[in-house]
């Protein structure tokens, strides 16, 4: 899905999630950067610099308050997510924590989830 968070910028998280009252129809091709809630890039090496500084920065200017970003952790191969929470008085996000085996968060709701690497 295609975010809109601007008149000139429309990226599309590998992962979005949205606020329920914002799905209006059954077959939506975008969304307003006001109804996610937590976008999630999946880094791969020819998206690297775009998943680790371009979106994430875009996606915080555009007052998203919850990113992920999941890559493999270059030493063991398994897969790392970086949680980080937009701070609304710089609207920069902050990281919040980095999880390896189980994703257990509270924002932007509760969300437990077990064996990461076998997703």
């Not at 129809?25 to 976008?39: N, Y």
């Not at 897969?79 to 968060?105: C, F, N, S, W």
Request: net charge negative.
């Amino acid at each position: 899905m295609t975010v809109v968070l601007d008149e000139r910028n429309g990226p599309e998280p590998d992962v979005s999630v949205i606020r329920a009252d914002a799905v209006t129809g059954p077959d939506p091709t975008s969304f307003q950067a006001k109804d996610v809630l937590l976008a999630v890039e999946v880094v791969s090496p020819e998206s690297e610099s775009r998943d680790r500084t371009a979106k994430p920065w875009k996606f915080a200017a555009a007052g998203i308050p919850n990113f992920w970003r999941v890559e493999m952790d270059r030493a063991d191969k398994r897969p790392v997510v970086h949680v980080y929470e937009l701070d609304p008085v710089t609207r920069a996000y902050v990281h919040a924590g980095m999880h390896r085996d189980q994703i257990k968060v509270a924002k932007p709701y509760d969300i437990d989830l077990t064996a990461i690497d076998e997703l």
